[in-house]
């Protein structure tokens, strides 16, 4: 059985960090990748940022370019979301999911999720 559990949420000001982590066990094969969505309240969910299994390859949302950083530890079976300069409208539900990911050469990386889900972590960013 697939689990992921998250950890590293909490409160921030504007402009702080924190780093995510996402605790992954029960993968039987390396074909899926990691992956880090995010909900706020009255939004749908969105994808974040996600990671091959090799860590070769990685997907970020526009929004968070050049301040977020995914990276994996394969001895632990963590994958980190390293988040920097963060704002306000970061503040949400983080949840990590197994996903499959693709690289059309129209757009590059893109990750899809599959039913593999942790219960989440919430990032609070004050003003």
């Known amino acids: 059985e697939v689990q992921l559990v998250e950890s590293g949420g909490g409160l921030v000001q504007s402009g702080g960090s924190l780093r995510l982590s996402c605790a992954a066990s029960?993968?039987?094969?390396?074909?899926?990748?990691i992956g880090w969505f995010r909900q706020a309240p009255g939004k749908e969910r969105e994808r974040v940022s996600c990671t091959s299994s090799s860590g070769n390859i990685a997907y970020y949302t526009d929004s968070v370019k050049g301040r977020f950083t995914i990276s994996s530890d394969k001895a632990k079976k963590t994958v980190h979301l390293q988040m920097n300069n963060l704002k306000p409208e970061d503040t949400a539900v983080y949840y990590c999911?197994?996903?499959?990911?693709?690289?059309?050469?129209?757009?590059?990386?893109?990750?899809?999720?599959?039913?593999?889900w942790g219960k989440g972590t919430l990032v609070t960013v004050s003003s």
């Open positions: 029960g993968f039987t094969s390396d074909d899926y990748g």
């Open positions: 999911a197994a996903v499959r990911i693709t690289v059309p050469l129209a757009t590059g990386p893109l990750c899809y999720p599959l039913d593999a």
